[in-house]
């Protein structure tokens, strides 16, 4: 085969032994390589950690960023019609009274009668399981775990909360009685004091936003005006959202603190519902374009009945992660909810002029709303594999070579001068480009086998041979394949290759 101007020397380890792969059986497994290998720690680990909130480490960040990239790069680049804003996390107050969040953005709590404590319905199972667990009855704090992960599915998440705590007799830790009230809803928005204010005075309150969306709505109208975008379009945001959740267990699933990449299109009244078919067709194909294969997408639709106080039409994105299918993005037919709420509460007129049909009307808006991390962590499962190769273990991450942290691996065959002084250059020159690590430590094969657990797609080797004609090398994550390339058609090379990556079935 002829490639970039040199004779490609194919080596494939596959013709040899067909490996066994296996696939990621349970969400363990990916906090464990998550925590080795630099993706995700727990937040502030040195003092016990805080629950349900996370730090992203060097490999981590740089698949995040990725990520947000891809989905920024979508909306806001291959879409003309949407613009992109960065609104503060902090806003006004009243904004939370008209979204409705104030009033019904709640979870669930619970009274203990005699000693009038308050407790977290949520918490109160959780040490229940943990006794279990001491107890050495294991099966049983399994099936109450699964319970507890799986509430808010059978009926409201109260009442499933409730029905765990009386089927299992659960006593108050405070007076050892057993007699609750019914478990009623906690809002979950984070509240704090806004200026140099000592008393508790409602006024100084403001809320860390549960959602970025709200931030999008107020700025409706200088955004239209000031980009003069004619509906339909689109505005498009990334940032932090805060919600004091109540089940909060599932690693970078479900966090206090996490990011949400959110895309509100504003459409003329009685077009809605075609724009909502539209974006769900292609919010779908975003993820597979991600790598993500379509077997392990599927859509959910919200019943009629279970629909939130705003939407006309609601579905789920779901991903099959090892906890089960769960949503990894919603898209919602929000209706003129919002922008009338805004306008309501403001006093201000949240409207668009038509000039071309001479008609004022308020907007609908079709909402598309994905977690940054929980599509991280959708990455991470969908990407782990565990290969049998001659006896030994490779573990490997078959992400979509744009996303993953390292793109470039740079490895001299042995830590000899001639061959570090040119892996030095071929970095820097391809740094420009992508993210590229060297790596001179240790055997080639323990060196490749690091960089297959952190999902680098390419390795280039430079070896004494390839010092006489200026080739390298390289090596390809997936298939293990080896092809020699002139060093001066690398970086092509490389941008070929992501370009045609397809994901393996
Ligand atoms: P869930 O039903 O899982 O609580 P939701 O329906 O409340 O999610 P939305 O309010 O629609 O979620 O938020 C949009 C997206 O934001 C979700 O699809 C999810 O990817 C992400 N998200 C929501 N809550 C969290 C959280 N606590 N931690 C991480 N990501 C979250």
Redesign the pocket.
């Known amino acids: 085969m002829y490639l970039f101007g040199i004779n490609s020397n194919f080596f494939n380890i596959n013709d040899l032994h067909q490996p066994y792969m296996a696939e990621l059986k349970s969400l363990d497994t990916i906090i464990t390589l998550s925590k080795r290998r630099g993706f995700i720690f727990q937040s502030s680990e040195i003092y016990g950690g805080l629950a349900a909130t996370y730090d992203y480490g060097p490999l981590g960040v740089e698949l995040k960023r990725r990520v947000s990239g891809e989905w920024w790069k979508a909306m806001t680049q291959k879409h003309d019609n949407i613009e992109g804003i960065d609104a503060a996390i902090l806003m006004h107050p009243k904004t939370w009274e008209a979204s409705g969040h104030v009033a019904s953005f709640n979870d669930p709590m619970i009274d203990d009668k005699v000693s009038k404590m308050r407790y977290r319905a949520d918490h109160l199972i959780e040490m229940h399981i943990a006794k279990l667990e001491e107890k050495g009855e294991k099966d049983k704090a399994d099936t109450v775990q699964h319970l507890l992960d799986t509430a808010g599915t059978r009926s409201t998440m109260a009442k499933d909360l409730y029905q765990i705590i009386l089927d299992e007799q659960i006593k108050s830790p405070a007076s050892g009685s057993f007699d609750w009230t019914e478990v009623r809803q906690f809002n979950l928005m984070f509240k704090t004091q806004f200026g140099a204010v000592a008393s508790n005075d409602e006024d100084s309150i403001v809320y860390l936003r549960p ?1 970025t969306a709200q931030g999008i709505f107020v700025n409706f109208l200088n955004v239209q005006q000031t980009s003069r975008q004619a509906i339909p379009f689109g505005i498009a945001q990334i940032g932090k959202a805060f ?1 004091n ?1 109540i089940v ?1 267990r599932q690693f ?4 206090r603190e ?1 990011e ?1 990449m959110e895309m509100q299109y504003f459409v003329k009244p009685g077009t809605d519902m075609d724009a909502y078919e539209a974006w769900k067709e292609e919010r779908i194909n975003y993820h597979v374009g991600n790598g993500i294969r379509r077997s392990n997408l599927r859509f959910m639709d919200h019943p009629h009945d279970k629909l939130a106080h705003y939407a006309k039409a609601a579905v789920d994105i779901q991903y099959k992660f090892p906890i089960g299918w769960q ?4 898209i919602h037919n929000r209706t003129d909810f919002d922008l009338s709420q805004h306008s309501q509460f403001s006093g201000k007129k949240m409207e668009y002029f038509d000039p071309q049909a001479n008609e004022r009307y308020t907007p609908y808006v079709i909402e598309t ?3 940054l ?2 599509s991280c962590l959708m990455v991470l499962c969908d990407a782990y594999r565990e290969e049998e190769l001659e006896g030994e273990t490779r573990v490997v991450l078959k992400m979509h070579p744009k996303l993953a942290p390292v793109t470039v691996g740079v490895l001299p065959l042995i830590k000899k001068d001639e061959l570090m002084q040119v892996g030095e250059k071929i970095r820097k020159d391809l740094s420009e480009s992508f993210k590229v690590q060297f790596d001179e430590k240790g055997s080639v094969g323990k060196r490749y086998r690091r960089f297959d657990e952190g999902g680098t797609p390419y390795c280039v080797t430079v070896d004494f041979d390839g010092l006489a004609d200026n080739t390298v090398t390289v090596r390809d994550r997936d298939t293990m394949q080896q092809e020699r390339v002139g060093v001066d058609h690398l970086e092509n090379y490389i941008r070929t290759k992501i370009k045609n990556w397809t994901p393996e079935d």
């Open positions: 959602e919600r959740e909060a970078v699933f479900r966090m996490f949400q949503e990894i993005e919603g709303s994905v977690g991390d929980r």
